[in-house]
Structure formats: C-alpha cells, structure tokens
C-alpha cells in the first residue's frame, strides 16, 4: 500500500527544539529540593547523637576509606585512656584558646580576613571544633562553601558537647598517616605503645604531625618537624589554665 507525503509526516514524531521540550516536573524539583535540606541538617541530628558517651563516630575520610575498599585502623579509647601528654600537645599546637572560645575564635577568624582582604596570604584560623566538624561531616580542600557549612556546624557541635567530649571525639577521628584513625592506633603504628603511654615528645611529635599527616610522620620527623615538636613540648609544659576545661 502506498503512503502518501501527508500520511508519513502525521505518523512521523516531530523533533522538537530543546527550548519546547518537556520542562522538569516540580514534583522531582522538591525531592531535590528536599534531599539537599535533609543532607544540610543530618549532621545537625548527628551532633545530638553524638553527644552520647556511648557513640563513636567516624569521619568522612573514615568513610571514604570503606567505599574504596581499602579499609582503616582506628581503635576508640575514651579520653582517660589517652595521656594527658598528647591532649596538651594537640591543644597547644592546634587551637590555644580551646577552653575560651565557643567553638570558632573570632578573633583569629577577624585576621583572616583582614588578611585576604588586604591581599595578604591568610594563615590558619581552624579551631578543634572546627576541624571536628569538617572531619566528621564535610570533606578536605579549600573552598568558601566548606567554610560556609563548617562554622554553624562547629558553633552547634561546642554547644551541645562538653570540651572533654569534644577532644575525645578529635582525638578518635584525627587522621595520623595513611589509613591509621585515631590516638590509639596512631600510637602503636608510630611508636608501638598505647595511647595512654605517650611520652611528652612522642605526643608533641604526633601533634606537629596533625596538619599533614601524610607527609609529617612522626615516627620519621624531618629535622623541621623535630624543631616544631620541641617548640610543641615547651607549650604543653606551660600550659597551666589553657587546659582546665579538660583536666580541673
């Protein structure tokens, strides 16, 4: 049977231009709209959990460990069971005033950005609430929009967790060399005792290792890590009032 031009153009489906297509229903754009509130305010439902001293959370990289199948080495110990040593070192060489900020130190955060305004190269601002939150919930590398997240999340993290709580959480969860999570097992990979056995320049060693773990190891300090581990060591032994919200 023969088919003429008129019947093959009606059988035919017309080619439309991509402007008159089918826009996107609004019933997807709410369950993306809804997906990404959910996602903003877990960790918010997360730091209420985690406030439970039974809890032991795990952090993004922990995470991201699984997924490539790789696995890691972390061994939860509560904060008694990790020596004073090694909690003065971190506090001393991460975040000095720990006990006196409410999380963020604004004014460290104010130099910040009257450096980059200025066009200045910005020095380090993250406080141990602050790199808790990241580690936990938000992802490494440099970007405003972290930024953005990390600050409400450390504010609310220091709120609703006491100090104590706050360092045994950084302390399971810090990143000490490829794979190896936490105090405990930073403390046997490195030096093959237990966390609760860390001398002063073994803990200062694993406190100046903390920026860069990768490259910092401190079973092997290079001769500038040593300098620091010292310079750490000096604080810890000084450092008196700094640390009464953890050991009164």
């Not at 305010?41 to 001293?53: F, N, R, S, W």
């Not at 039974?54 to 069971?81: C, H, I, K, N």
Request: proline content about 6%; overall charge positive.
């Amino acid at each position: 049977m023969d088919i003429t031009p008129e019947q093959q153009v009606q059988e035919e489906e017309p080619v439309r231009p991509r402007w008159q297509r089918r826009p996107v229903s609004g019933t997807l754009i709410r369950r993306i709209v809804l997906i990404a509130i959910a996602l903003v305010l877990l960790p918010y439902l997360l730091i209420l959990v985690y406030a439970l001293p039974f809890t032991r959370p795990v952090s993004t990289l922990m995470l991201s460990e699984l997924a490539l199948f790789r696995g890691y080495d972390r061994r939860w110990v509560s904060l008694d069971e990790i020596s004073p040593n090694l909690v003065r070192s971190v506090m001393m060489s991460e975040d000095g005033q720990f006990c006196f900020h409410g999380g963020v130190d604004w004014n460290q955060m104010r130099g910040v950005v009257e450096d980059a305004l200025d066009g200045e190269a910005t020095r380090g601002a993250s406080t141990i609430p602050m790199q808790t939150a990241k580690n936990l919930f938000l992802w490494n590398g440099r970007s405003f929009i972290r930024k953005g997240l990390e600050l409400p999340l450390a504010l609310g993290a220091d709120f609703v967790w006491s100090k104590r709580r706050m360092m045994e959480i950084y302390l399971n969860i810090a990143e000490w060399g490829p794979g190896i999570y936490g105090a405990e097992a930073a403390a046997q990979y490195h030096f093959k005792v237990p966390a609760s056995k860390l001398s002063a320049r073994q803990a200062a060693l694993l406190a100046v290792a903390l920026p860069n773990p990768i490259t910092r190891v401190a079973s092997k300090p290079s001769r500038g890590v040593q300098q620091l581990a010292v310079l750490v060591e000096r604080r810890a032994r000084g450092s008196g009032d700094y640390i009464k919200c953890i050991y009164d």
